[in-house]
């Protein structure tokens, strides 16, 4: 099934079976009835049909995350050296801001002799799904609580952080006003953000989005805005008084937590869950 799934996967990022039947040098029929035989072994159908292109079903788009990593595992499993020395490595996913709380921890135990650890920062709604996909052993990420848990997923500790509404110091007026930089629209803290807005009836002016924190400081220290950001981020830019704090009549606070899976292989290293949940707090 191993060339089944690479060839699966190959198609869904073309869309087109002609053009990945020619590159991995087989017929299109023969494609087709190897990704067939791959949606029987999985029982469920990989991709609709629209129009002359193919579109990869929602159970299609979790197969190519999970299959990738599975191709990459079984790279791995071939090299003999690396079967003689294997160690366990553990994929923790973060979120931008916990990255940067947690950049020293992790630059100390990347590598350790009992195990090895990959790190992906990226959007929480991406992590939490990859966690209950079991392509994560940890995730750290903001809570989304209209998303329940699984049943093989642990929520271990939950963490709170204000998000301080800063802006170049020269801009002032009225909320209604200012243009705001704010987090993409459909990203569990721009969620919760235009919760709070829609409580008090206001409609922000939206000058930019972003999933990098970085930039969005950089854009409201140029005055394109308010950005909300959280206050370790933007700690030496208020006291150097390059970015100043807005007085608003709305307050912001995001919850994020660090899951794992409940039955995962993480669960033994003790020490490790230990040092991240003390270096969070």
Same mark, same amino acid.
């Given at each position: 099934?191993?060339?089944?799934? !690479?060839?699966?996967? +190959? ?15 087989? $017929? ?9 035989? =791959?949606?029987? /072994?999985?029982? @469920?159908? &990989? ?9 990869? $079903?929602?159970?299609?788009? /979790?197969? *190519?995350?999970?299959? @990738? ?19 366990? *490595? ?6 931008? #801001? ?8 992790? %630059?100390? #135990? ?21 966690? %209950?996909?079991?392509?994560?052993? +940890?995730?750290?990420? *903001? ?5 329940? &848990? ?7 500790? $939950?963490? $709170? ?7 170049? @110091?020269? +801009?002032?007026?009225?909320? %209604? ?6 987090? #993409? ?12 807005f829609t409580k008090k009836g206001i409609m922000p002016k939206v000058f930019a989005e972003s999933t990098s924190v @970085?930039? +969005? ?9 308010? /950005? ?9 830019? =208020?006291? %150097? ?6 007085? &608003?009549?709305?307050?912001?606070? !995001? ?7 409940? #039955?995962?292989?993480?669960?033994k290293e003790k020490a490790l869950i230990e040092g991240i949940l003390k270096s969070l707090s």
């Amino acid at each position: 099934m191993i060339e089944e799934l !690479r060839r699966f996967i +190959m198609a869904a990022g073309s869309g087109n079976l002609t053009r990945t039947a020619e590159k991995v040098f087989i $017929t299109q029929s023969a494609l087709s009835q190897s990704i067939h035989r =791959l949606e029987i /072994a999985l029982g @469920t159908k &990989l991709f609709i049909r629209k129009g002359k292109m193919l579109q990869v $079903t929602p159970d299609g788009v /979790a197969v *190519v995350q999970l299959g @990738t990593k599975i191709l990459e595992l079984w790279e791995k499993a071939k090299d003999a050296n690396l079967r003689q020395s294997i160690r366990p *490595v553990y994929a923790i996913g973060i979120f931008d #801001n916990a990255a940067i709380k947690l950049g020293k921890f992790f %630059q100390n #135990n990347l590598q350790q002799e009992a195990f090895s650890l990959e790190l992906l920062i990226g959007i929480s709604k991406k992590l939490f799904s990859d966690l %209950q996909l079991g392509i994560l052993d +940890m995730a750290i990420c *903001v809570i989304d609580k209209k998303t329940p &848990l699984s049943k093989d997923v642990l929520l271990l500790k $939950t963490f $709170t952080e204000d998000l301080i509404p800063v802006s170049a @110091t020269h +801009m002032k007026g009225d909320i %209604q006003d200012i243009p705001f930089i704010l987090y #993409n629209k459909g990203s569990y803290t721009r969620d919760f953000i235009d919760a709070e807005f829609t409580k008090k009836g206001i409609m922000p002016k939206v000058f930019a989005e972003s999933t990098s924190v @970085t930039f +969005m400081k950089e854009l409201a220290i140029l005055g394109g805005g308010i /950005a909300l950001l959280p206050e370790n981020l933007v700690g030496p830019e =208020l006291k %150097q008084r390059i970015l100043k704090k807005q007085k &608003l009549p709305i307050t912001w606070k !995001r919850e994020f937590g660090v899951y794992i899976q409940k #039955n995962g292989r993480l669960q033994k290293e003790k020490a490790l869950i230990e040092g991240i949940l003390k270096s969070l707090s």
